[in-house]
C-alpha cells in the first residue's frame, strides 16, 4: 500500500527515530509496514525512504536503484531493508553529493557525503548484516540514516548558492 510521503514543516520529520525491537520485527504489523514502505518508495520513483516520512519513528529505511528517472545519471543498487542502522565512513574521501527528497519535492542540492562507507542494521527478517558501499548508494544511506535523526539534506548544505529547483537542476547542473 502506497503510503502518504510527510513534507518538510512536519514536525514529525524533525524527531529523533526509536530503536526498533528486533524481536518484534517478524509481526504481520511491522512486515506489512516495511511492504508500504517499498511500495511507497517505487510509487514515488524514490532512491529510498525512510520510516519517520509517513509518520512512523522508528529507524527503519528502505532504498533501491533501478534505472530511476529521478537519477537518469546512477548506478543502480538493489533493494536494502535496513533497520537500526549504523554508519562509519571508510577513509577521508567526500562526494559532491546532488541530492531531492520525497519530502522536500522540486529542490535540490548539493552537499558533500562520505564517498564509502559501512553500512551495518538488521535486515527485514531481523538477521544483522554489514555491507561496504560507495559512491550513490553510500550517499543513499547516509541520506536515509539522517532522516531517522530529524536531519534533512538542507541542513547539511554548506553553500546555498547550489540550491535549485528541479528544473534549473536539469538546465544547469546535470551535465557538469
Ligand atoms: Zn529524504
Redesign the pocket.
Same mark, same amino acid.
Given at each position: 500500500m502506497v503510503l502518504d510521503v510527510l513534507k518538510m514543516g512536519n514536525p514529525l520529520l524533525r524527531e529523533k527515530c526509536k530503536e526498533v525491537d528486533i524481536d518484534t520485527i517478524s509481526s504481520d504489523n511491522s512486515q506489512s509496514f516495511i511492504e508500504d514502505l517499498i511500495d511507497t518508495m517505487r510509487a514515488e520513483n $524514490?532512491a $529510498? @525512504?525512510?520510516a519517520p516520512?509517513v509518520g512512523r519513528l522508528q529507524r527503519i529505511f528502505v532504498m533501491e536503484c533501478d534505472n530511476n528517472p529521478r537519477y537518469p545519471r546512477k548506478s543502480s543498487f538493489p533493494l536494502n531493508v535496513v533497520i537500526n542502522p549504523i554508519i562509519n565512513p571508510l577513509g577521508d574521501a567526500l562526494v559532491d553529493s546532488w541530492? $531531492?527528497? /520525497?519530502? @522536500?519535492p522540486g529542490l535540490r542540492g548539493m552537499l558533500p557525503r562520505a564517498a564509502k562507507v559501512e553500512l551495518a542494521g538488521y535486515d527485514r527478517y531481523g538477521q544483522p548484516f554489514t555491507k561496504v558501499i560507495e559512491d550513490f548508494e553510500a550517499v543513499v544511506a547516509q %541520506?536515509?540514516l539522517? %532522516?531517522l535523526n530529524g536531519v /534533512?539534506?538542507l541542513d547539511r548544505m554548506d553553500d546555498m548558492s547550489y540550491l535549485t529547483f528541479q528544473e534549473e537542476y536539469v538546465k544547469y547542473w546535470l551535465n557538469v
Open positions: $524514490g $529510498g @525512504i525512510a516520512q541530492e $531531492g527528497c /520525497l519530502s @522536500i %541520506h536515509e539522517d %532522516h /534533512l539534506f
